[in-house]
Structure formats: C-alpha cells, structure tokens
Nanobody, 124 residues
Framework: QVQLVESGGGLVQFGGSLRLSCEAS????????IGWFRQAPGKEREGVSC????????YYTDLAKGRFTISRDDAKNTVYLQMNSLKPEDTAVYYC?????????????????WGQGTQVTVSS
C-alpha cells in the first residue's frame, strides 16, 4: 500500500515562508510524478505544482509561479514544496499525491495515491 505523509504546515504571517515535506513509505518515489494540491474550505481541490519522475522537471500553476519551488530528494524518498511570500489566500489544506501517469499532470483526478494533508494558515 502506497503511503504519503505531509508535514511542515502551520500558521505563518503574511509574507512569510514554509517548507512542506511529502515523505513516501512502502514504495519508492523514483518512478512517480509527485504533485502538490490544495483545498480551501468550500472550494475545489486545485493543483499547485508537480515534479516529474523522468527528469525532475518542475511545473507550477499560476498561483505558485515565482513564489513556490518544488524539489525532490530521492535518497530521502521525499518531495518538498518551498513556499515564499505567502498570502492569506494561500490558506488551505495542502496535499501531496503520486501518479504513474506520463508527464506531470496537475489534475487531481489523475492521481491515485494521496497523503492526509497538512494545514497552512496565513494571517494578514
């Protein structure tokens, strides 16, 4: 059973930074694209960033470009999301997910394996 565990969320002030971690167990991340998604109360889950399995190419949606950086450390079986210049509208539960789908999709429906999420709250 694939297992992903997110950590690193918390309360931060406007303009602050957080680094989220997504650690995999019971499988190796090498062959999976890993995506970060978020879901705010009353809203649909949306894509944030993805890192491919083939060449570690990183992809970002507009909400993350210029502020967030995704990276992976296969030796630690962990993917990170560095978030800078945080805004109150970034407040959400952040999830990581794994997929064997070719490429690096940012559509939640294409991911089979999800973590439990970590709460990020940005105060104004």
């Amino acid at each position: 059973q694939v297992q992903l565990v997110e950590s690193g969320g918390g309360l931060v002030q406007f303009g602050g930074s957080l680094r989220l971690s997504c650690e995999a167990s019971r499988f190796t991340l090498d062959y999976y694209a890993i995506g970060w998604f978020r879901q705010a109360p009353g809203k649909e889950r949306e894509g944030v960033s993805c890192i491919s399995s083939s060449d570690n190419s990183a992809y970002y949606t507009d909400l993350a470009k210029g502020r967030f950086t995704i990276s992976r450390d296969d030796a630690k079986n962990t993917v990170y999301l560095q978030m800078n210049s945080l805004k109150p509208e970034d407040t959400a539960v952040y999830y990581c997910a794994a997929t064997l789908t070719t490429g690096c999709p940012l559509f939640p429906a294409l991911y089979d394996n999800w973590g439990q999420g970590t709460q990020v709250t940005v105060s104004s």
